[in-house]
């Protein structure tokens, strides 16, 4: 089992690194060429709460392990993205970090560690980042609903 595990985290990461060809192209053509921070910005914030998760649940060191260098690889996409992005970009990309990676990771923190205690505390988190989880794959459609 500890096998499959590994293999997941390995493939986890290879998907992790799949945007860097467009932020190479990013980062030679100095534009974002209307590319949209959203799915790095929820990523980034799916990442947060798996790591959440895993401390919680205890003794889940994979889990650990591919979220933080998840959190490490979405942050560096969206600092690249804030780098190159038009002024109105940047302060979107503000705003939904503040909103989604602050105060709504800070919400689920506290509401899960008061409202929740033992096994429904982990199963609730849980399910919350299953949640998450999916809207990391639909975000990407956002560029179908762009605000610029």
């Not at 209307?34 to 799916?46: D, E, I």
């Not at 205690?117 to 609903?145: D, K, M, N, Q, Y």
């Amino acid at each position: 089992m500890l096998t499959l595990c590994r293999a997941g985290n390995i493939i986890s990461f290879t998907s992790l690194l799949a945007p860097m060809p467009t932020f190479y192209r990013i980062f030679k053509s100095k534009s974002t060429e209307g590319f949209q921070s959203v799915p790095y910005v929820v990523a980034l914030f799916s990442a947060m709460l798996w790591i959440f998760y895993a401390l919680v649940k205890t003794g889940e060191g994979l889990l650990i392990s591919i979220n933080a260098a998840g959190c490490v690889i979405e942050t560096v996409y969206i600092v690249m993205y804030l780098v190159y992005a038009p002024r109105k970009a940047k302060i979107f990309t503000a705003k939904i970090v503040v909103l989604l990676n602050i105060a709504g990771f800070g919400l689920i923190f506290l509401l899960t560690l008061f409202a929740f205690h033992g096994e429904t505390r982990v199963v609730s988190l849980g399910w919350i980042c299953v949640g998450f989880s999916v809207c990391v794959f639909v975000a990407p459609l956002s560029i179908i609903v762009s605000p610029f």
